[in-house]
C-alpha cells in the first residue's frame, strides 16, 4: 500500500540557509500534518492543511511556512536556519474531519550545524 | 506545560510479561486518544486508539484502558516480545475540523524487552 513519501531524507544546512522539506500524502487523503521532533522528544505539531487551506497552526516558528498544493502535496520551506532546527520533520496525512488513523512518513532529518 | 503526561520514561520486561504504561490529561475537550510505536528512526505508527465511550478496548495483544473521571488512560502489552522493544508514545486530540490529526503527545516510554 502507498504510504506518506518525503523528501529529502536527510539534509545537512549551515546556519542562516534555507531548506525545503516535501511531503506527499497517501492517495485519496486530503489533510496534510506536519510534526517536528528534537531528539529524544515527543513530537510536536507544527501546521496543517485541509483541502490546500491552513487548517490549523502549532508551534511553528516565523521563519517557517508551509503551504498545500492543489495535488495534495505539501511543502515546508525554513529560513535563517538555527542550530535548535536541527531535528526530524514528520509529515503526516489522513482524511479530514474524522477521527482514524493517522499516517506518517518516515521523516526528514535536518541537521544544522 | 506538558498537556499529557506520561509515564514511565523507560520499561524493560522480560519476553512473556506484560509491559503497562501510563498516560493523563488535563484538557478534558480531548475526546481521541490514540497510542503510537516508533522504531529508531521511522515515523510513529498508530498501534491503537479509544474514545471515551468506552473504559477498554483490545486488539491482540494490546489493550488500552481508560478512565475518564481520572483523565487517565494505560497501554498493556501482554506476552512481551523482543520484537515490541521501540518507543511508545500516547496522544490526545479532539474533535472539530482536521483537528482528529493535531496530537498531543506524552513524553514517551522507552521499552525494552529481554529474550
Known amino acids: 500500500a502507498a504510504g506518506v513519501i518525503q523528501s529529502p531524507r536527510h539534509l545537512i544546512k549551515e546556519k542562516r540557509e534555507t531548506a525545503t522539506l516535501k511531503c506527499y500524502p497517501i492517495?485519496?487523503?486530503?489533510?496534510v500534518y506536519w510534526y517536528q521532533q528534537g531528539p529524544g522528544q515527543d513530537p510536536q505539531f507544527l501546521i496543517s492543511?485541509?483541502?490546500?487551506?491552513?487548517?490549523d497552526k502549532g508551534s511553528i516558528p516565523d521563519r517557517f511556512s508551509a503551504q498545500q498544493f492543489s495535488d495534495y502535496h505539501s511543502e515546508l520551506n525554513m529560513s535563517s536556519l538555527e542550530l535548535g532546527d536541527s531535528a526530524l520533520y514528520f509529515c503526516?496525512?489522513?482524511?479530514?474531519?474524522?477521527?482514524?488513523?493517522?499516517?506518517f512518513g518516515e521523516g526528514s532529518r535536518l541537521t544544522v550545524l | 506545560q506538558q498537556q499529557v503526561k506520561q509515564s514511565p520514561q523507560s520499561l524493560i520486561v522480560q519476553k512473556g510479561g506484560i509491559s503497562i504504561i501510563n498516560c493523563a490529561y488535563e484538557?478534558?475537550?480531548?475526546?481521541?486518544f490514540p497510542w503510537y510505536q516508533q522504531f529508531p528512526g521511522k515515523g510513529p505508527a498508530l498501534l491503537i486508539a479509544?474514545?471515551?465511550?468506552?473504559s477498554e478496548k483490545k486488539e491482540g495483544r494490546f489493550t488500552i484502558s481508560f478512565n475518564k473521571s481520572a483523565k487517565q488512560f494505560s497501554l498493556h502489552i501482554m506476552d512481551s516480545q523482543p520484537g515490541d522493544s521501540a518507543t511508545y508514545f500516547c496522544?490526545?486530540?479532539?474533535?472539530?475540523?482536521?483537528?482528529?490529526?493535531?496530537?498531543?503527545f506524552g513524553q514517551g516510554t522507552i521499552l525494552t524487552v529481554h529474550p
Open positions: 492543511f485541509y483541502e490546500k487551506m491552513q487548517s
Open positions: 492517495p485519496r487523503h486530503d489533510t
Open positions: 484538557n478534558t475537550a480531548f475526546d481521541y
Open positions: 479509544i474514545r471515551p465511550d468506552v
Open positions: 496522544a490526545a486530540a479532539y474533535a472539530g475540523g482536521t483537528s482528529y490529526g493535531k496530537l498531543t
Open positions: 503526516a496525512s489522513k482524511k479530514g474531519g474524522v477521527a482514524g488513523e493517522l499516517f
